[in-house]
C-alpha cells in the first residue's frame, strides 16, 4: 500500500521542488494508495511510485518512505512491489512527515519530531528531486549533476543499471504484521573473488557464490542490463565483462530481488502481476540447502521434512511448524565445558564448508571445537583416507541436509551440554542419604555446621576489609548504611539505572549534594568497587569526579561523589536526545577539560592510571558545564617505568582501540578513546548510529571517507550554526582527533601534548594514516552490529 501527501494540488509529477513537505497519513484514498502520491514516473513497461509504504490495507500503524515498482498504468492495480526503502530498520507513525528543505536535504521526521532518516545533503547546491524512468530517486544541482542517488543505497531489490558495487549489500526484508518489519537473515555482496550469498551469522556462511579470476585486479560490481538483463560482475566497461548468470532474454524483465527465503529471483510484469522469470540460486542450491529451510539446529530431508537433530538434546521452536527450527534444551555453556559432549551424524551435508583447519584427525577436530567456547559443531571431511581430512567449526549452525544415498564423506559433530548431569548426582544424593537413618543425621549436623561456620566467615571478611580501607592512608570516608539512607531519603531520588545497580541523589549534613552508587554484591562487581575506591580514593584534580567515601553493607556497596547538576555528556552532544545545543566555546572547555584530567591520570600521579572506559556516559558536567572524569571500575594502574603491560580488556564497544586482541594496555587506550569522543562532540551524533544512511552507520567510517575526499566540512554538527560560523577551529580539532585515533598506538599523541595542541602551544602532527578503520568493522560489513558487540561493556557505567 502507498501513501504519499502532495502539499497542494493532486497532479503526479515525477519531480519536485524544495521547501516540500509530505505526510504520511489516510487522507486521501485513490483505488488502493491511501493518502496522496509523492512522484510517479511512468514508462512503456513500469511505473514507480515514490511515497510512504503501508503494509496494511485496513490498520496503517507504520510506513516506509519507499519506492516500489509496478506496471505501466497501473493506478487502480494494488500490485505494488517495493524496491528500495529509506528507513526499514526503523518504520515511522500515521502524520510522520517527510520534507524537502529549503537547503537542499531530504529529513523524514517521525510523528513525535525525531529524526528517522535523512540525505545529508543540506549546502550542496541541491536545487530538486526527480524520479528517474528506471525507478532512481536524485537529487541534483544546478548544474543537473547527482547529489544524491537512492541507487547508492541498496536495499534488498537491484533495479534496472543500477550497479552494486564491491562491499555494499542487499539485505533481504521480512514482513511480520501490518506494524513490523524486519531485516531478514540473508544478504548478496559482491566481493574481490565473485559474487557471495550469506545467512548472517559471525562469521557470514556463504550458500551461494560465483567465483571470479583471480588475476583480474578491478573494482568490482554488478549490473542488471537493460533489454536482455544479462547479470555481470564487470571490470570498467561494459564491454569488458565476466560472464556470470543470464535471464531469460524473451522478455524483458524489471527488477531481481533477494527473497525472505534466501532465493535470489528476476521479476516481470505480466498478465496484470509480478511474475518470477528466473531464480538465480536455484541452479546450483538445492531447497535443503538454503541455510534457514528447516531453521536452526535442524535436519531436512527429501521433499523438505525438517526435523531436529536430536530429541535427547534439541526440541522443535514450533511443534506445529516445524521448518521454524530447533533450540537446544540445555544450552552451551563456557565455562562448563567438561560437561560437554557430541552428537555424531554421519551421511550429513552442510550447505558451507569453510576450512579452519586443514589435513587433522577427528579427534584434533573435536577437541578444537571444544576449546572453542563459540564453536557449536565440528565438521569433519574427509576423502578416502579417513583418518585425515579438513576441519570446519561454525558458530553457529544453521540447517544441515540428509545425505540418503550415503554419498557424502562428512561427519558431523554436534556440540550438545550434558543433560543427565544434574539427575545422576540427584540420584546419588538420594541413595547416600537414604542408606540409613543415622548417616541422614549426620549429614543434617555437617551441613547446619558448614552453613554456620561459612555464615561467619563471611560476616568477618566483609569486617576485615571495612576495617582495611579504612586504615589506607589517604582513602575517603568511610560512611554508614545509616548515614546513607538518611542522606538519601531511603534511597528515594534515583537519579538512573544500569545493570549493576542504581545511582540516588543525597545531601549530607552539611548540605553538599551527593551522588550515591549503589553496586549489588556479585564478586566481580565487588573487584571495580575495590579498584575504584583505590585508583582515585586518595587522588585529586578539578577534572576528576571527587569520590566523597563509600561504604559497604552486607552484600551492597556503596560509592559517594560529588553531585553533578548537568549529569553526563551524552545528554548534551547527540543530536535528537540533547537538552540543548551546546556552543562552540563551551565544546571546546569541555575537550579541554577532559584532556587535562586524563593527562593528570597518565603522568602527574605516582602510578600510571589508564581508565580504559572513556566515553560520554563517564564524562561529567557541573552546573558551569566543567568537564569531570568518572567511573573508575575498569582502571588499571601502571608502574611508571612500565611502557606497556598484559592483561584482558574491557571497555564499552565503538570506544576501545584496535589493540584490544593483543591485550596490550596502555596509556595510549585512553588516547584512542579521548578520539572517538572528540570526534561525537564535533559531528554532535553517536559513533554508531543506525538513524543514518546504512554507508554512515559507523562515524569512523564516515570519517575516512571525508578524509579522502577532502570534505571534512561535512562531518561539522550541521545543528549548530555556531559550529558553522567557527568551522576553521572544528576543522582544526578533527585534525587532532585524527592523530589522536591512530591505528598503531605508537603514532598516538600523549594526553599533555594533546593539551599543548588544544592550548595553542604545539601543532598536529602532519604525516598521519588516515586509514580509521577498526578491523573488526573491516572484516565484518558496513552496517553490522554484530563484531561491534564482541567485548564486555564496563561494569560501572550506565546509571547516573
Known sequence: MLSCNSPAVEIYLPTANLSTTWTANNFYQFSYYEGKIMLIRETNVAQFTCGFYCKGIDDCTSYLFSISISGASNYVNQDFEVVWSANRDYPVSENATLDFTAD???????????????????????????????????????????????????????LPGQKLFAYQKLKSTVFITNSTILIGMYSLQVRDKGLFVYVESNPPQAYYSRLLHDSIDVKRSIQLLDGSFTFYIYSSQISDTDYMLYTPQETPAHYMKLMPDGHLQVFKWKSEEWTMVEDLTADSVEECGYPLVCGRNSICSSNQQCGCLNSEYFRLENNFQPNLGCSAITPLTCNATKDQHFIILKNVTY?????????????????????????????????????????????????????????????????????????????????VVGSTFGSSMLLLVVAIGFITYVYH???????????????????PNLFSFEELTTATENFSKKLGEGGFGSVFEGSLKDGSKIAVKCLEGLSHIKKSFFAEVQSIGSIHHVNLVRLRGFCTWKSRSFLVYDFMSNKSLDRWIYHGVRDHILKWEVRKKIILDIAKGLAYLHEECRQKIVHLDIKPQNILLDNEFNAKLSDFGLSKLIDKNETEVFSTIKGTPGYIAPEWRSSIITEKLDVYSFGIVLLEILCGRKIFDRSQPEESWHLLFVFQNCWERETLIDMIDKHSEDMQVHKTEVLEMLKLASWCLQTNFKRRPSMSSVVKVLEGGMNVESNLDYNFTDPRIQESTVGDEKDLTLLSPSLLSGPR
Not at 457 to 473: G, S, T, W
Open 351 to 431: 550447505f558451507t564448508l569453510i576450512v579452519d583447519m586443514y589435513g587433522v584427525g577427528i579427534e584434533a577436530c573435536k577437541q578444537a571445537c571444544l576449546n572453542n567456547c563459540s564453536c557449536k559443531a565440528a565438521f569433519f571431511q574427509h576423502d578416502s583416507n579417513a583418518s585425515k581430512g579438513d576441519c570446519y567449526l561454525p558458530s553457529e549452525l544453521f540447517t544441515m541436509r540428509n545425505d540418503n544415498v550415503g554419498y557424502s564423506n562428512t561427519i558431523a559433530l554436534i556440540k550438545v551440554q550434558n543433560t543427565t548431569t544434574s539427575h545422576r548426582v540427584s540420584h546419588k544424593v538420594a541413595r
Open 104 to 158: 537542499g536535504e531530504l529529513i523524514l521526521k517521525d510523528v513525535d519530531g525525531s529524526i528517522v532518516w535523512t540525505t545529508n545533503t543540506a549546502g550542496k547546491s541541491v536545487v530538486g528531486m526527480n524520479l528517474t524512468d528506471n525507478g532512481n530517486l536524485v537529487l541534483f544541482d544546478d548544474q543537473n549533476s547527482v547529489v544524491w542517488q537512492s541507487f547508492d543505497y541498496p536495499t534488498d531489490s537491484l
Open 457 to 475: 566467615k563471611r560476616k568477618r571478611d566483609a569486617e576485615m576489609e571495612e576495617e582495611y580501607l579504612d586504615q589506607v592512608p589517604g582513602m
